[in-house]
């Protein structure tokens, strides 16, 4: 017997509007968020399950790879975590396209889980994780160990693509893989200029011949002679790669003079430059003498000209003034008379206290001039055990930690606030991404050798000469110049405040506890001020956002989550964090 269509219409519609009521104050059947099933469920009790099934899987530390480095991303300190109410808001809507109803009977419907992110914290995390994939590209070069030269191979430049990286664990988090798959975070290649074949054909046409004994200085007529050790050739020499592939060979005549010291003092008496000298809280110029002898510039080209000769060789010593490279004249001339701004700041830690020492050391007696740019990684260049610099806590990723040259921190703070109150050029500086309470909120600086700098600029028409004052419990930074301005510092009121998450970390000997800080958005103005009148110049804003410092707990193996699995990756899940949620950008 056949049915009319209408009575099939009116059934079928029947039967839409029960299923509409029935499913109504529920999620929809077949719903799947990350491979949890909340489908049938009541918001109040998907919530519970997403709360226990999916958002420890997804706040849970992973391995992380990019080229040939291996770490450990932790998404709760980096301020990720599920959002949960948005993630039920989001498989909450029943669906009402009849077909798709029909559908679910037989098929999951699949929702993606909202993620809410602290960008602050997780650009932290990806500093951190720079900061050990970076490096500018190596040329292939000479290294020179003694007396003894060998080849360096080259070694492509490397870029952690931070964006890219982003994207990659967001999109990762989101689909709440299993915690122990690793994420593969892209890098961006930059090859490099001069290659090996390039680097033996200098070491052997040119390096070698010029180590095979020394050369010798010959004076005028009744003069002495002298020789110049291989030792002082071999510190001396100099290697510049060039675009064109190739590794240009010279004599640097400053080293060179170092390493002879006083053995060509029979020639003459060596020039000395002008200084500055600090006393009775005021600056004075400590004079320029000029001397007489060898010019060390015209002893490196002679020296040059002859390395790759057989022995015995010698050049012929050109005798005459010798002036000094920076005279009394020219220190004058940089207005360099009076205090412009000092700062200083506190030290608690003894082996932060032992690097602070020494980089204040390094820095003590610098002079910028006039339009020039200050880079503190520039100036101190490596900052290794070599340099006498040791281990002290530092914060990498958002979590305490131990490395070589930790503290430095403390001095480039300390520097940044004297150029802040010397009223000069901020070019770069980063504050840290969590607030450190001996520093002044929103006016301080982190640095990370090869990865974070302190930069500023002379933009005054006077030098600008740093003077530093270290003791074991306190550090001063004075700058003196020619004062232009009086600065006053204006900081507005704590907002945005972001409460710590709270994680329990496996002590496997590198675990340091953390009392974990609030995150707030700060703004400090400088205020320039004409010293002649008191009236304002100009201002400049200083935006600061600090992420909340995650607490943290160390717990014994035995007591914890099991231990990393032997390739480094994380265990399969981790207990979710407490506290309330980072808010910023959601992703869905």
């Known amino acids: 017997m056949l049915v009319p269509a209408g009575a099939v219409l009116l059934l079928a519609g029947g039967a839409y509007a029960a299923d509409l009521l029935v499913s109504s ?29 999916l958002a420890p899987r997804i706040v849970a530390e992973r391995g992380f790879v990019a080229e040939d480095v291996e770490g450990t991303f932790s998404p709760a300190s980096a301020g990720i975590a599920l959002d949960v109410d948005a993630t039920v808001r989001a498989a909450d809507a029943q669906p009402l396209n009849p077909w798709t109803r029909l559908v679910s009977f037989f098929a999951d419907r699949d929702v993606a889980p909202v993620l809410a992110t602290d960008d602050t914290a997780l650009d932290a995390q990806l500093d951190a994780i720079a900061a050990t994939v970076d490096r500018a590209p190596a040329d292939a070069t000479i290294a020179i160990e003694g007396t003894t030269p060998r080849v360096v191979e080259p070694a492509d430049g490397r870029t952690l693509d931070v964006e890219a990286a982003a994207d990659t664990i967001l999109d990762t988090l989101a689909s709440a893989e299993d915690p122990t798959t690793r994420l593969e975070l892209p890098v961006d290649v930059e090859p490099v200029d001069v290659d090996t074949p ?65 053995e060509l003092a029979e020639f003459g008496t060596p020039a000395r430059d002008a200084t500055f000298e600090v006393a009775g809280g005021g600056v004075r110029v400590v004079p320029s003498v000029d001397g007489t002898g060898i010019a060390p510039a015209r002893l490196a080209e002679q020296l040059l000209d002859v390395l790759t000769d057989p022995a015995p060789r010698s050049v012929v010593a050109e005798l005459g003034p010798v002036p000094a490279d920076f005279t009394t004249e020219e220190a004058e001339g940089l207005g360099i008379r009076e205090e412009i701004s000092s700062f200083t700041t506190n030290i608690g830690n003894a082996a932060s206290g032992e690097n602070i020492r020494v980089v204040a050391a390094e820095v003590d007696g610098a002079i910028v001039l006039p339009g020039e740019t200050f880079s503190l990684n520039g100036y101190t260049g490596p900052r290794g055990r070599a340099q006498g610099y040791v281990e002290a806590t530092v914060i990498q990723g958002g979590e305490l930690a131990r490395a070589v040259g930790g503290g430095i921190s403390q001095f480039a703070t300390t520097m940044f606030n004297a150029v802040f109150f010397a009223g000069l050029e901020d070019v770069f500086h980063k504050p840290h991404s969590f607030y450190i309470s001996r520093y002044p909120a929103g006016r301080e600086a982190t ?16 030098g600008v000469y740093i003077d ?28 945005n405040h972001r409460e710590p998450a709270v994680l329990t970390k496996v002590d496997n000997g590198d675990c340091i506890p953390q009392p974990g800080v609030p995150g707030f958005d700060i703004t400090v103005t400088r205020v320039f001020k004409d010293p002649a009148t008191g009236r304002e110049v100009k201002r400049e804003n200083f935006q600061t956002r600090y992420a909340a410092e995650a607490v943290i707990t160390c717990v014994p193996p035995e007591e914890g989550a099991p231990p990393p699995a032997p390739d480094g990756t994380a265990p399969s899940s981790a207990p979710a964090p407490a506290g309330r949620r980072p808010g910023g950008r959601r992703v869905h």
């Open 25 to 53: 104050g529920e999620v929809p059947r077949s719903t799947v968020v990350a491979g949890v099933e909340i489908g049938g469920l009541s918001p109040a009790a998907a919530r519970e399950v997403l709360d226990e099934d």
């Open 447 to 462: 640095v990370y050798e090869g990865a974070i700098d302190l930069q500023w600029r002379n933009d005054s028409d006077t």
């Open 198 to 262: 390039e680097a033996e054909r200098v070491l052997a046409e040119v390096v070698e011949p010029a180590l095979a004994a020394p050369v010798g200085v010959t004076g005028a007529e009744g003069r002495p002679s002298a020789d110049i050790p291989v030792a002082a050739i071999a510190a001396s020499l100099t290697f510049t790669p060039t675009e064109a592939g190739t590794l240009e060979v010279g004599i640097d005549p400053a080293v060179l003079q170092t390493e002879l010291g006083d």
């Open 468 to 495: 530093t004052r270290w003791t074991p419990s306190s550090l001063t930074v004075t700058f003196y110049g020619t004062k232009r301005y009086d600065i006053e510092s204006i900081s507005s009121e704590r907002r």
